[in-house]
């Protein structure tokens, strides 16, 4: 049997998504609730930059939403990773863990905070970092000389492991965080795309210290927007004082104790945060819904599946995707051509960061399923607005 032709992945699209007005997009906003009313008032009462009443309501209400003891929100998903990779201990010149497939903020704040990405593999069931493999890599690359895990080939300590929940699949976490106990490496979970996922019945977030982004294409979002969680109350102080220019309190005085980031959130982006995050179960029902119903057309076509959520998990299906069996060339770019052509603005998965010359030089696993994965996936339509109709 040969693979499904575009026209039968158009026709499958279609039955999902109805007569929705085309161009249809990849990921868009859907502002039902709140959102003006908590907007305006910030207008109306002056409180719209970097303190008021949203950030520390939104701040307390995401928390709860991912089981965490506390979160810092902050101007963005990438400003979040920088500030969490320095403050959990980051130097530059070390080098920090992280997968190839993913978006390139993950190594940007790797790079940002004066440190080296060290690429690792991924497995298909989850998109995410593959526990075994990398304990194998690290037994073959790594030695540890007191109490840091230091690369054999490049002298430098391997400081810290970051995973990405790919699309809102939970990775195996429990897996990873027992190979950073193992390395004595810090452990941060690029989350961005993972707020309101499940693992063995565990909110993502409400383990260990986790991102969150709220940009424009996001579950959730707050125009642009980050935020750290974490369950350590001493480590919550830390971030919150480095984040907002590590003032000492005073009512008039400005005294800084340590050289501290403008990273805050202003309260206006807060409040929009606060109203979508009120929505949020009535998001994810819709969102996985709407993967149910992808999953039901693509089931009897032939060399291609829509990927389902691991095992032991509840994925937000953040963005549906379609995955073909096996590499061909130039199946991946035709089928976007013809998707685009029929109005259908779908996207690839990221190129593998490893295959850009401005990573091409950092230290790097066999990295085959990484590259073959990067042409096979193609997301398509997964907006909140398109699974309403079916919750
Ligand atoms: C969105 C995203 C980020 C960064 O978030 P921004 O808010 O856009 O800075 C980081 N990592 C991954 C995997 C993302 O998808």
Redesign the pocket.
């Known amino acids: 049997m040969s693979t499904a032709t575009s026209s039968d992945i158009i026709a499958a699209i279609d039955s999902v998504i109805g007569d929705t007005p085309r161009p249809v997009s990849l990921h868009e906003p859907l502002f039902s609730g709140n959102e003006a009313a908590y907007v305006n008032s910030c207008i109306t009462e002056g409180w719209v930059s970097s303190v008021g009443a949203f950030v520390d309501r939104f701040e307390k209400d995401l928390a709860q939403a991912c089981g965490a003891k506390h979160a810092v929100v902050l101007v ?4 979040a ?1 920088h500030a969490a990779l320095c403050i959990l201990g980051v130097l530059p010149g070390d080098e920090v863990i992280v997968p190839s497939l ?2 390139i ?2 190594a940007n704040a790797v790079s940002h905070a004066g440190a080296i990405p060290h690429f690792v593999e991924v497995e298909e069931a989850s998109l995410g970092m593959d526990p075994i493999a990398l304990q194998k890599h690290l037994e073959a690359t790594a030695i540890m000389k007191d109490g840091n895990a230091v690369n054999k080939h490049t002298g430098r300590i391997i400081r810290a492991l970051v995973p ?1 929940h790919v699309f809102g699949h939970p990775c195996q976490l429990d897996a990873l965080a027992h190979v950073t106990k193992t390395w004595n490496l810090a452990f941060i979970e ?1 989350s ?2 993972a707020l309101g996922s499940l693992t063995h019945g565990k909110k993502i977030g409400s383990e260990h210290t986790g991102i969150f ?3 424009g294409n ?1 579950i959730l979002t707050t125009g ?3 935020a750290i969680v974490t369950q350590d109350s001493a480590l919550h102080q830390r971030i919150k004082h480095l984040t907002s220019t590590a003032k000492e309190p005073h009512k008039w005085a400005f005294s800084h104790d340590a050289i501290g980031w403008n990273y805050r959130m202003p309260n206006l982006n807060a409040a929009l945060g606060c109203a979508q995050l009120e929505q949020l179960q009535q998001f994810l029902r819709a969102k996985r819904a709407l993967a149910a119903k992808y999953i039901e057309a693509f089931e009897n076509m032939a060399g291609i599946r829509i990927l389902r959520e691991p095992k032991n998990t509840q994925s937000n299906y953040w963005l549906v995707t379609l995955l073909a069996d096996h590499d061909h060339p130039t199946w991946r770019d035709e089928t976007l051509q013809k998707l685009h052509d029929a109005k259908l603005f779908c996207r690839p998965i990221w190129n593998p960061l490893h295959t850009l010359p401005i990573y091409a030089h950092c230290p790097k696993t066999d990295l085959r399923l990484t590259e073959s994965l990067s042409c096979r996936i193609i997301n398509l339509p997964s907006s909140v607005k398109l699974g309403l109709a079916y919750v």
Not at 76 to 79: D, L
């Open positions: 963005n998903g990438t400003c990773l993913t978006f903020a993950t990405v690029d961005t795309e982004s709220f940009n996001k642009g927007g980050g």
